[in-house]
């Protein structure tokens, strides 16, 4: 599975910004997706995830203001971002897992792979 994230900018705090990552094969549907970031001087950290029955979770520092989705028709996955914040400045990458289990959702060690990553930047 080879994945490529894009849709990052520049956005001013409070603003809105959609991620898109699209997925290259025929067996999307059967991985789990995540999002994480990673921001300059940082780890990786979990931002959202979607598993293949379309349930969502989100780390509580986005829980309310973003919003994971798939579409397996189309190969992609997307995060919406609203009531951006500049802590939200990061790089963001995308993910698929085959086994993710629940309590795991948030490891990055749980993916199997992974985007490049996009930049977003929230600043006025």
């Known amino acids: 599975v080879q994945l490529q994230a894009f849709g990052g900018g520049l956005v001013q705090p409070g603003g809105s910004l959609r991620l898109s990552c699209a997925a290259s094969?025929?067996?999307?549907?059967?991985?789990?997706m995540g999002w994480f970031r990673q921001a300059p001087g940082q780890e990786r950290e979990f931002v959202a995830a979607i598993r293949q029955n379309s349930h969502t979770y989100y780390s509580d520092s986005v829980k309310g203001r973003f919003a994971i989705s798939r579409d397996n028709s189309k190969n992609m996955v997307y995060l919406q971002m609203g009531s951006l914040k500049p802590s939200d400045t990061a790089v963001y990458f995308c993910?698929?897992?085959?086994?993710?289990?629940?309590?795991?959702?948030?490891?990055?060690?749980?993916?199997?792979?992974w985007g490049q990553g996009t930049e977003v930047t929230v600043s006025s």
């Open positions: 993910a698929a897992g085959r086994s993710v289990i629940l309590s795991a959702l948030g490891n990055m060690n749980s993916y199997d792979y």
């Open positions: 094969g025929n067996t999307f549907r059967t991985y789990a």
